[in-house]
């Protein structure tokens, strides 16, 4: 089907509103409450001020057609009377002269005489030299005056005596003293209402600010609750609806702290089981699986000093045998040494942790040449606990880990610190531990879902009540930020420094 180009405009117009309509509400809604509320304000504002100034034009125009009209029919029954009372023609010239001056404080009229003979005498509100057309005043707008001036009106009163024609007055309405007193009157009312809707506007956003604040408050609690912090709160305002929605808020807040300390509380189990678990198997590994592979080697050997009386075919023929039982024993060995430490490092609760995690980062530059490998520890302790160092080096193994699998970086940074957070007064509130993994890699991938590995290392950091987080590092690369309370109870203390001894 063809279209005329006239069908396309319209189906092209018709497309345009719908989506001009969109975003407008898009942009409508992106505002601030208080914002809408001061806008929808002065929108109704403006448009009843318009209504009202329409109105007041209207009433303008009618008080300066009254005003004129009153104006013209004074002077126009003033010269009547006037011209009845001359008795001779002396009189009526002395009147031509005179009534200029004797009319002077009458507004709104233009009094002008043309004699018998066509000669035009001085007029009020004119000189005799400008042209007869009607003033506007230069300071009113031209659509002021349009609006608001009355109609032409022009009384023509003839001067006679003994019914011969003197001279004829005419009356002619003047109307630009009470345009320009009335436009004068609208810019005062109009300066007057621009400053008391200015005022009104800034009382209204103090005001609004003081209602909506606790909206404020409660749109950051719930960012907090978003990124997890769970023992948020907010103190309910009072006003009513507020208060009630501060008072859900609350109840939910407590309801997810209840469950994210259940969550906690089976996440710590679960992790405990893992690692009893792991702990039997890598027992198990240790206490089986090397004394058998020992009892190989040693029975391999028995039967090569048993081979080498045979002949010498049959002696080499056993000979190659042994050497193939060695071989994979010695590849069943460094299987057993890895899995061994991936189920448990052998050597946590028997140094420090700094000194744990430098040969954690030592065994990854060994298998990783071509990576540069960078440690940094400031003001650790010995030790944490068995909980908490267990924690940060399985958060540092499978940081790397990840990086290395997923990441292809060039350099591996791992940073781990002792923080002391001070309170309000200066003083120390509570100790924390900071780790952070950087690497120069391919970065996150959008969307990047959350494997094993990183629902595990969130898992652990949680149980401990840490905070973990992972970002994109600048310019290229992944970051992982976890925090973990360095608090241990005395008796953990007391035990670090009797087996650690003096190797600060």
Not at 224 to 249: C, N, T, W, Y
Request: proline share 5%; net charge neutral.
């Amino acid at each position: 089907m063809i279209l005329t180009a006239s069908e396309s405009e319209s189906k092209g117009g018709a497309e345009l509103l719908p989506s001009l309509i969109k975003r407008l509400q898009n942009l409508w809604y992106r505002r601030p409450v208080r914002t809408q509320i001061l806008i929808a304000f002065l929108a109704v504002t403006v448009v009843t001020s318009l209504f009202a100034c329409f109105l007041k034009v209207l009433d303008a125009g009618n008080r300066t057609r009254i005003e004129m009209r009153a104006s013209m029919d004074l002077a126009e029954s003033f010269v009547r009377e006037t011209a009845r009372s001359l008795l001779n023609e002396t009189e009526a010239r002395n009147l031509l002269q005179t009534l200029e001056a004797q009319l002077k404080h009458l507004r709104h009229v233009r009094i002008e005489v043309v004699r018998a003979n066509g000669e035009r005498g001085p007029s009020k509100n004119r000189p005799p030299q400008e042209p007869s057309n009607e003033r506007e005043p230069a300071s009113v707008p031209r659509w002021f005056i349009e609006m608001v001036r009355p109609p032409a009106n022009r009384f023509n009163v003839p001067i006679r005596v003994e019914n011969q024609p003197i001279a004829t007055v005419l009356i002619q309405g003047e109307p630009s003293d009470e345009i320009a007193e009335v436009w004068n009157d609208y810019r005062t009312m109009l300066l007057l209402w621009i400053g008391t809707n200015l005022l009104m506007l800034s009382a209204l956003y103090v005001v609004l600010g003081r209602i909506l604040d606790p909206l404020v408050g409660l749109a950051g609690a719930m960012k907090r609750l978003e990124h997890g912090h769970s023992a948020v709160r907010v103190e309910p305002p009072k006003v009513r609806e507020l208060r009630m929605i501060a008072d859900h808020f609350n109840q939910l807040a407590a309801a997810l702290d209840a469950v994210n300390a259940e969550n906690s509380r089976l996440c710590r189990d679960l992790i405990t089981v893992q690692e009893e678990e792991r702990r039997q198997i890598a027992s198990e590994l240790h206490d089986e699986v090397g004394p058998c592979l020992f009892g190989i080697m040693v029975n391999a050997s028995s039967i090569e000093q048993y081979a080498q009386p045979l002949p010498e075919k049959i002696s080499s023929e056993i000979a190659s045998r042994i050497s193939e039982i060695r071989t994979i024993s010695d590849r069943l060995k460094s299987i057993n040494r890895r899995l061994l430490k991936k189920l448990r490092p052998i050597a946590l609760g028997r140094i420090t942790l700094k000194e744990l995690i430098t040969k954690l980062s030592t065994e990854f530059e060994l298998r990783h040449p071509n990576i540069r490998f960078s440690t940094i520890t400031n003001d650790l302790q010995l030790s944490y606990g068995e909980s908490i160092d267990l924690t940060i080096y399985r958060c540092i193994q499978e940081g790397i880990t990840n990086a290395l699998r997923h990441a292809n970086p060039k350099n591996i940074v791992v940073q781990l610190a002792h923080e002391t957070i001070t309170g309000p007064d200066g003083e120390a509130a509570y100790s924390q531990i900071s780790l952070n993994i950087r690497d120069d890699g391919e970065g996150i991938r959008d969307p990047a879902p959350n494997g094993f590995g990183l629902a595990t290392m969130r898992e652990r950091v949680r149980a401990l009540n840490g905070t973990f987080s992972l970002s994109g590092n600048w310019p290229s690369g992944t970051a992982i930020d976890i925090t973990v309370p360095a608090g241990r109870s005395t008796g953990e203390k007391r035990l670090a420094a009797e087996f650690f001894g003096n190797r600060a």
